[in-house]
């Protein structure tokens, strides 16, 4: 089940990104008017949490920092298992994310107020925070961690429309491609992952 979840969220976000950029001579209607409603009400709060989360969910905090946090985390409860399965979801997602943005090759909104790198679809930031609630619910399936992985995924989605730094499709497209990888993954590692009592590592002899 989790197998064709994931494949069907990485289908829907690869016909996504085909139906925006292929689809369209222009950007689709809802993106444009999602745009022009987020830069007409937008206030100095939520331009600041913006780029807090820009901070938070982009360059060497997302690459490095979260993981790297989240695997010696792991590693300290003597989850090794859960560990590697983290590192291998973080490493999946981005690569995927890289893969198509060099695929479609969107243009960001003109009106960005951030610096970003080539790309626009899908969100970079929002397949992150996706990747990460995704890692937490699988290897931590309560209803809280659901609630609070999908209230963080929602955060990053709008404040990448906060900063006009991507469409609303991208953030959609980000978190389909985020969920889609880690439930992959999960439908193949996690029955090893879930082994009734994970092996320590082993000390080095000598």
Known sequence: MLLWWGVGCLVLATALGAFVVFGYSETPGFDRWWNELIASIRGDWMYS???????????WVAILGVPVVAIVALLLARRWRSALFAAICFAASA?????LKQLFGRARPEDMLVVSDYGS???????????????VWVLFPKAW??????????????????????????????????????????????PWVRQRREEPVEAPVG
């Open 145 to 190: 961690t659901a609630l609070l992985g999908a209230l963080w995924v929602l955060a990053m989605a709008l404040s990448r429309t906060f900063l006009s730094v991507h469409w609303a499709s991208d953030t959609l497209g980000g978190a389909l491609v985020g969920a889609g990888v880690v439930l992959v993954l999960a439908a193949w590692l996690l």
């Open 95 to 99: 690569g995927a994310v890289q893969l």
């Open 49 to 59: 949490f913006a780029l807090a989360l820009n901070w938070i969910g982009g360059g």
């Open 121 to 135: 679809f899908p969100s970079g930031h929002t397949a992150n925070a996706a990747t990460i609630a995704l890692v």
